[in-house]
């Protein structure tokens, strides 16, 4: 596995105290390589507050304190695609590093790629020559299978199966239980519903649905590509 590199024991905060920000703090805890200190979350009623025994130290303004926390670290824990890439670029520019959260019970190959501010959760396959860019959760028992390339941001939900060299879009959202088969390619910010099998390319923009999956919401590109 050739990862974006992190220093290791570090102090981290998670950005995000909601059901996923548990999950990342569980698999960091599991995973023992990094030390969580604290959440921060956007939500000001959190503040004060612990989640999992951690502390909500306040909202994302709270940033530029922790370098005077001696706090090096951060990671996203956020499952929205969207807020997930702001944050990240975020903390990026206020010169935090970025690191990833990788369950142990997890296999991924020692020729994939991983990318900064990645969640690879419990009982996730990750095949050789597969690169996960960054910002990208690949989340329970999701198989991402050889040479697939999975842009910035995007979400493979839990038990989600890619086959071989599938191409998947910046913030994208591949929806529980589905299957992909090969060589396809899923468009920036596309949709694919829990449970569809997907047999063809996906626009970008477009939500799919069904077995076989049929496009049900088209955006803007995904009307051009057909000519509208």
């Known amino acids: 596995m050739r990862l974006a590199s992190d220093n290791q024991g570090m102090d981290v905060v998670l950005i995000g105290a909601g059901g996923?920000?548990?999950?990342?703090?569980?698999?960091?805890?599991?995973?023992?390589?990094?030390?969580?200190?604290?959440?921060l979350d956007a939500d000001p009623q959190l503040t004060g507050k612990k989640i999992?025994?951690?502390?909500?130290?306040?909202?994302?303004?709270?940033?530029?304190k922790l370098k005077g926390m001696k706090v090096k670290g951060i990671i996203v824990s956020i499952g929205d695609n969207y807020p997930?890439?702001?944050?990240?670029?975020?903390?990026?520019?206020?010169?935090?590093?970025?690191?990833?959260?990788?369950?142990p019970s997890s296999s991924i190959s020692e020729k994939a790629e991983l990318g900064?501010?990645?969640?690879?959760?419990?009982?996730?396959v990750i095949s050789t020559d597969a690169h996960i860019f960054d910002s990208v959760i690949v989340n329970t028992a999701a198989v991402v299978d050889h040479e697939c390339r999975i842009a910035e941001g995007a979400h493979i939900c839990p038990s989600a199966t890619l086959a071989g060299?599938?191409?998947?879009?910046?913030?994208?959202?591949?929806?529980?239980?589905?299957?992909?088969?090969?060589?396809?390619?899923?468009?920036?910010?596309?949709?694919?519903?829990?449970?569809?099998?997907?047999i063809d390319d996906v626009p970008d923009g477009a939500t799919v649905v069904g077995v076989p999956a049929r496009v049900i919401k088209v955006g803007k590109s995904a009307l051009e590509a057909v000519g509208v």
């Open 20 to 39: 996923h920000g548990r999950v990342v703090l569980d698999i960091m805890r599991t995973a023992g390589i990094h030390r969580p200190v604290g959440f």
């Open 165 to 198: 060299r599938v191409s998947v879009g910046e913030a994208a959202f591949i929806g529980l239980g589905c299957n992909i088969i090969q060589c396809l390619k899923i468009g920036s910010h596309a949709t694919v519903g829990a449970g569809a099998v997907v």
């Open 116 to 124: 900064r501010n990645v969640v690879v959760c419990a009982g996730a």
């Open 52 to 64: 999992d025994g951690l502390p909500v130290l306040g909202q994302v303004n709270f940033l530029p």
């Open 84 to 103: 997930r890439r702001q944050y990240f670029k975020k903390v990026r520019e206020a010169g935090f590093e970025l690191v990833n959260a990788i369950h």
